[in-house]
């Protein structure tokens, strides 16, 4: 299985709803990631969790709190969210967070589509 | 600081010629890894073609191969025989080191259409 699920596909949020995005990998991976990205844009990195805990946060605001449960789980919480966070969420994982092995591909999602009102 | 320059927002390639889609970055370091992503329009992001910065041979996968060359910091990606699935929008991108803590940096991607 080399393949990184998410859900929803897509999401409509109005601006005082609590909602959550979820990502599942089962390769053994221990690094996962979410990115925000919007149309013709690079991915914008968010968050990193390595071993389950976060390692990177890219002073995301505070509406949008990652929860990684286990090694093969990573959620995104939202909550208070503006119209400029309608984007795509994308999730990645990676093998090993370390440097010993030569290279460290991230294997992205399909994505949410995510619309705030 | 990590940059990543692609200066070509778009670019047309007719089916079965050959494309190429210029990628320049700017790194200090000496050991690092830079990677072709693709996105078609489906939106799920899929990696072409990797290459380590201390192999001298230049990556290939198929229909896919780099032109690397590490002194002008320049890693452009040939496409041959160009297919209509390959129409999607394609980010070069650079890893300062394996580990999770060395981030993707991304350049500003650029769409390429294949023309039937």
């Known amino acids: ?117 | 600081a990590q940059t990543v320059t692609q200066s070509q927002p778009e670019m047309s390639v007719q089916e079965a010629e050959t494309v190429t889609l210029s990628c320049t970055y700017d790194t200090s370091e000496n050991n690092y890894y830079l990677f072709w992503y693709k996105q078609p329009p489906s939106r799920q992001m899929i990696l072409v073609i990797r290459q380590e910065a201390y192999k001298q041979q230049n990556a290939t996968e198929n229909r896919f191969s780099v032109n690397f060359q590490k002194a002008a910091k320049s890693f452009s990606l040939k496409i041959s025989d160009s297919q209509l699935g390959d129409t999607a929008m394609y980010f070069c991108a650079f890893m300062k080191h394996a580990g999770a803590n060395s981030k993707l940096t991304f350049g500003k991607g650029i769409t390429l259409s294949v023309r039937p």
């Open chain 1, 1 to 117: 299985d080399t393949e990184v699920t998410q859900t929803p596909k897509h999401l409509v949020m109005g601006m005082t709803n609590k909602k959550s995005l979820k990502c599942e990998q089962h390769m053994g991976h221990r690094a996962m990631y979410w990115y925000k990205q919007k149309a013709k844009k690079p991915p914008e990195l968010m968050f990193v969790y390595s071993y389950e805990k976060l390692s990177i946060n890219e002073s995301v605001p505070s509406r949008f709190s990652p929860e990684c449960p286990n090694s093969s789980l990573l959620n995104l919480h939202l909550h208070a969210l503006q119209p400029e966070d309608s984007a795509l969420y994308l999730c990645a994982s990676s093998q090993d967070p370390s440097e010993v092995i030569s290279y460290n591909e991230q294997f992205f999602g399909p994505g949410t589509r995510l619309t705030v009102l």
